[in-house]
């Protein structure tokens, strides 16, 4: 698979005892579950009591970033997941974590994978019982190769009808 993935949630300081998340899964995790729990966490990014922002590439809590700490209130969460040079063989994408929107400003941090890593679901989740989420949203940039079928199609469509 390749592509390039967003993942963006606002998670909001639900009290003075939270741990909430949002990322990619190898595996369904539940609502009292959380990323670290085994290796179903595959690239995630925490808000902890005391607005502790990290970011896990996985598997499980390996591989993290530290992110800043005091933060107050509702945080916008963002992922982006690059599988666009995945070749299967040395080059198996990377992963960055942002603070707020997609801007060079706001990145946490990123992390290389060095093997193949599997993603089967996104979602969010929480160490403690209660989770409060917002604006939670996926998106997939289409892969050069896909841009350049709808074009043609579109192409072939508007000549068509003009015949």
Same mark, same amino acid.
């Given at each position: 698979?390749?592509?390039?993935?967003?993942?963006?949630?606002?998670? @909001?300081?639900?009290? $003075?005892?939270?741990?909430?998340?949002?990322?990619?899964?190898?595996?369904?995790?539940?609502? @009292?579950?959380?990323?670290?729990? #085994?290796?179903?966490?595959?690239?995630?990014?925490?808000?902890?009591?005391? #607005?502790?922002?990290?970011?896990?590439? *996985?598997p499980g809590?390996? /591989?993290?970033?530290?992110?800043?700490? @005091?933060?107050?209130?509702?945080?916008?969460?963002?992922?982006?997941?690059?599988?666009?040079?995945?070749? /299967? $063989? $040395?080059?198996?994408?990377?992963?960055?974590?942002?603070? *707020?929107?997609?801007?060079?400003?706001?990145?946490?941090?990123?992390? $290389?994978?060095?093997?193949?890593?599997?993603?089967? @679901?996104? *979602?969010?989740s929480t160490?403690?019982?209660?989770?409060?989420?917002?604006?939670?949203?996926?998106?997939?940039?289409?892969?050069?190769?896909?841009?350049?079928?709808? #074009?043609?199609?579109?192409?072939?469509?508007?000549?068509?009808?003009?015949?």
């Amino acid at each position: 698979m390749s592509g390039l993935f967003t993942l963006s949630a606002t998670i @909001a300081e639900t009290s $003075t005892n939270f741990f909430n998340g949002v990322g990619f899964f190898n595996s369904g995790v539940g609502t @009292a579950g959380n990323f670290t729990n #085994g290796s179903v966490g595959q690239g995630f990014l925490i808000y902890r009591n005391g #607005g502790e922002l990290d970011g896990f590439a *996985g598997p499980g809590s390996g /591989n993290g970033v530290d992110g800043p700490d @005091a933060q107050t209130g509702d945080q916008l969460l963002t992922i982006v997941l690059d599988l666009t040079t995945h070749d /299967n $063989t $040395t080059d198996f994408g990377s992963i960055s974590f942002y603070q *707020g929107s997609v801007d060079p400003g706001n990145l946490i941090g990123s992390h $290389t994978y060095t093997s193949d890593q599997s993603f089967d @679901a996104v *979602g969010f989740s929480t160490a403690r019982s209660e989770t409060t989420l917002s604006n939670f949203q996926l998106d997939q940039v289409p892969e050069p190769g896909s841009l350049a079928l709808l #074009g043609l199609g579109g192409l072939l469509i508007a000549r068509h009808r003009r015949d």
